[in-house]
Structure formats: C-alpha cells, structure tokens
C-alpha cells in the first residue's frame, strides 16, 4: 500500500463520518424547540426548551386541581398527577419527549404537552 493509497482511504472516511455526523448536529442545532401546552383545544402557553443543565417546572391551573410540567434535560415532561386527577398516570409514565412533534396527553384533564420546531413538516399522509 503507497502513501497515496493511504491518503486516499483516510479522505474517504473523514468524509464518511462526516457525511454520517453533520444531519444530525445541522438538525439540532438550527431548530428552535418550543414546548406548546394546550389545556381543552386551548394554546395556554409556548415555553423555549431549556439547555441540558437547566430546569424549570410550569403549574398548569386544571378544572380540579394542577398539574406541573418539567422542562429538563434538553425536554419535557408530565410530573405524577394525583390518582384523582388521572387515574391511570399514562402521561406521566410516559416519560421525557425532547424531538419536534412527540407529544404528551393527559386524557382525563384534556391536556397536551407537544415540542414543535421551527421548521414544520410537510404533511405526508391524509386519511379520509
């Protein structure tokens, strides 16, 4: 194997992983995240998502009590509910959503937590 040959392998796989790395950090980096919480078909707020290291807890008023949405590492979630509240606890078991439309809902209380993008998609699909 020559020097050339050597070069030649090297330049294509720092392409490669290049090719491999930059849709993602072009993706992340360009898009603006924002957490939309709706409350009964109602827009009740748009929070920017928070950096890794930071957190912030949003009190949403519900008809029978409240719920809290954290903002934490990068995303959001649902804190535990009151059994009263929501029975089941789905949206909270849910866990953490950080990519452009994941969603959380709280069924029983009409909640919806979603992560919306600058960017928006295009529709690619429609159901009659």
């Given amino acids: 194997m020559t020097h050339t040959d050597r070069i030649i392998i090297l330049l294509c796989l720092a392409v ?7 849709p993602r950090t072009i993706a992340t980096s360009t898009e603006a995240k924002m ?19 930071q957190t912030k807890r949003i009190p949403i008023p519900l008809p029978q009590g409240k719920a809290v949405i954290s903002l934490e590492k990068g ?18 078991h849910a866990g953490l959503i950080s990519r452009s439309d994941q969603a959380l809902v709280c069924a029983p209380n009409e909640l919806v937590v979603r992560i919306i993008g600058a960017r928006r998609r295009a529709v690619d699909a429609v159901a009659r």
């Fill in 16 to 22: 490669a992983v290049g090719l491999i790395i930059s």
């Fill in 35 to 53: 957490v939309q919480i709706e409350l009964g078909g109602r827009v009740l707020r748009q929070v920017r998502l928070l950096p890794s290291g």
């Fill in 75 to 92: 995303g959001a979630r649902i804190l535990p509910l009151p059994a009263a509240l929501c029975p089941q606890g789905i949206c909270s």
